[in-house]
Nanobody
């Protein structure tokens, strides 16, 4: 089993920044592609950003392009989501997820491992 633990969520004003972290343990982190998903109340869980296991390919949802940056440090078993210029519509629970692949998967069902989520609230 791969365990994932998110941190870094909180309450921030619109225009502010947060950095989410996801710590992985239990298996060889470097073989997993990683994704950050978010889910707002009453909505589906959608992919925000993803990075392949070699770290040389990334994907961003259109709604966050230019504002969010995903990165990974495989030596530390960590993946990060830097979120800048936050908007109230970014408010959601953010989840870290892992898939054993070097591809970028954009749908939740392709990810086998999930963290418990961290709440991000952006006030207007």
């Amino acid at each position: 089993q791969l365990q994932l633990v998110e941190s870094g969520g909180g309450l921030v004003q619109a225009g502010g920044s947060l950095r989410l972290s996801c710590a992985a343990s239990g298996r060889t982190f470097s073989v997993y592609g990683m994704g950050w998903f978010r889910q707002a109340p009453g909505k589906e869980r959608d992919l925000v950003a993803a990075i392949n296991r070699s770290g040389d390919t990334t994907y961003y949802a259109d709604s966050v392009k230019g504002r969010f940056t995903i990165s990974r440090d495989s030596a530390k078993n960590m993946v990060y989501l830097q979120m800048n210029s936050l908007k109230p519509e970014d408010t959601a629970i953010y989840y870290c997820a892992a898939a054993r692949t070097n591809l970028i998967f954009t749908t939740a069902e392709r990810y086998a491992y999930w963290g418990q989520g961290t709440q991000v609230t952006v006030s207007s």
